[in-house]
């Protein structure tokens, strides 16, 4: 049976992560792999994760199920993460139960399964989506059986939002469609929506009736984890329903472990329960039961104030460290006199920007240089390191003159 089936194209980012590896050069410099990268090209454990795991593997008495929505104290705390302001203090939407969370898979399991709650809740419904976006948003959510609609993400200069772009998108939607958001570092361009553009966005979205699906996979590395969940305040102040699929693979650096959550916020308390009810039928006819390690490990990190307060501080050296490589790319890239003006990158954010060079230049620094990126132009900031700017930017230099 198997033999009629055809061969898929291979996914460019994991074929291109087998090529650096394969590459025997010394010099070589990986732009591509969208994991966090420490000074020396390592992807640590974080110390609080570690300590935390360390803590849960003493305590542990039994592996038996949790439950479909998974450990309730991760859920609480992954509300307090999304949604609490620079106070502690919760949105109102809490204290009158419109809103629950569901542990998935990471932050892909919460995309899906958001998928399959808005396709049960409403088959009418169209998900708009700004393109670039991340790859796997496409044929993840198109596999929920959602129909897509594309809007232009990037303005010309691909250095801010092309708000009429959105704007129309948004006006041409039906009530009831969903308009997929990136909450902070939009992967793969680094360029989010400013608060004023935000603002606009939930203004169209409250008129037209539309509801955000909000994807928060790297709160924490943008500006901070309180300013990258802002819009989450905002929409929870001013909608009366929209999800959230969050990730802790990148700002818990727990990648494998398969940990994120799905939030629903419905307009009251019935709704949200059938809403929750909803999705954990479909979590059942999917995966049955979310993985429970990492999760369990962020709920014992965050109810230890003391871990909790480890974790932020390593969180915000891993952003400062990528703010640092933006910056040194940009003056180097500049300094090389190659007449190119990178600084847009500047004011991007999270771990990604687009460099914005040509395909064959693309080519010529993998082949020449060893400098691996995605044919997109995305890079890696994280991928910079001190021992490797001098090699990456002389490469630049020899390729874009
Ligand atoms: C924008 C975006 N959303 C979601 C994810 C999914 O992350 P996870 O590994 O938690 O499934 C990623 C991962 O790279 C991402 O970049």
């Known amino acids: 049976m198997f033999e009629q089936l055809n061969a898929t194209p291979p996914d460019p980012i994991l074929s291109l992560m087998a090529q650096f590896r394969a590459d025997p050069r010394q010099q070589k410099v990986?732009?591509?792999?969208?994991?966090?990268q420490d000074q020396r090209g390592a992807t640590p454990v974080m110390a609080a994760v570690r300590e935390a795991e360390a803590q849960l593997y003493a305590g542990e008495t039994t592996k038996t199920y949790q439950g479909i929505a998974g450990n309730p104290a991760f859920g609480d705390a992954m509300i307090e993460l999304l949604f609490a302001d620079q106070r502690g203090q919760l949105p109102a939407l809490v204290e009158q139960q419109r809103v629950r969370f569901i542990s998935t898979p990471g932050g892909s399991g919460a995309l899906r399964?958001?998928?399959?709650?808005?396709?049960?809740?409403?088959?009418?419904?169209?998900?708009?989506?700004g393109t670039p976006t991340w790859p796997n948003h496409m044929p993840l959510l198109a596999s929920t059986g959602l129909p897509m609609m594309e809007y232009n993400y990037l303005d010309g200069a691909g250095s801010g939002v092309d708000m009429v772009a959105l704007s129309e998108a948004l006006n041409s939607a039906a009530p009831g469609d969903v308009v997929l958001l990136h909450g902070c570092c939009?992967?793969?361009?680094?360029?989010?929506?400013?608060?004023?553009?935000?603002?606009?966005v939930v203004e169209?979205?409250?008129?037209?009736?539309?509801?955000?699906?909000?994807?928060?996979?790297?709160?924490?590395?943008?500006?901070?984890?309180?300013?990258?969940?802002?819009p989450l305040r905002l929409l929870a102040e001013r909608l009366p329903e929209f999800i959230v699929a969050s990730s802790c693979s990148k700002n818990f650096g727990l990648y494998r472990e398969r940990c994120g959550g799905l939030a629903i916020v419905a307009a009251d308390r019935r709704a949200t329960e059938m809403a929750a009810n909803q999705?954990?039928?479909?979590?059942?006819q999917i995966w049955s039961m979310p993985p429970a390690h990492g999760a369990d490990i962020v709920a014992t990190l965050l109810a230890d104030r003391q871990l909790a307060s480890d974790w932020r501080s390593?969180?915000?050296?891993?952003?400062?460290r990528i703010v640092a490589m933006r910056e040194l790319l940009v003056a180097r890239a500049?300094?090389?006199?190659?007449?190119?003006?990178?600084?847009?990158?500047?004011?991007?954010?999270?771990?990604?920007?687009?460099?914005g060079i040509s395909p064959a230049q693309v080519v010529a620094l993998r082949e020449q240089f060893g400098v691996y990126m995605i044919d997109s132009t995305r890079i890696n900031l994280a991928g910079i390191n001190s021992t490797n700017i001098d090699h990456l930017s002389e490469a630049l230099y020899q390729v874009l003159v």
Do not use: K
């Not at 939009?186 to 606009?200: F, K, R």
């Not at 500049?334 to 460099?355: E, K, V």
């Open 314 to 320: 390593e969180l915000e050296s891993v952003r400062q």
């Open 186 to 200: 939009h992967n793969p361009s680094g360029v989010d929506l400013t608060a004023e553009q935000w603002l606009a």
């Open 113 to 129: 399964l958001g998928g399959e709650l808005l396709r049960r809740a409403n088959p009418a419904a169209r998900l708009w989506v």
């Open 30 to 36: 990986d732009l591509g792999v969208g994991v966090y």
């Open 334 to 355: 500049n300094g090389n006199r190659a007449g190119i003006d990178f600084s847009p990158i500047l004011s991007q954010r999270g771990m990604f920007s687009f460099l």
């Open 279 to 284: 999705a954990m039928v479909a979590a059942r």
């Open 204 to 230: 169209l979205c409250e008129q037209r009736r539309l509801l955000p699906f909000v994807d928060v996979a790297y709160q924490g590395l943008g500006v901070g984890l309180l300013e990258d969940s802002a």
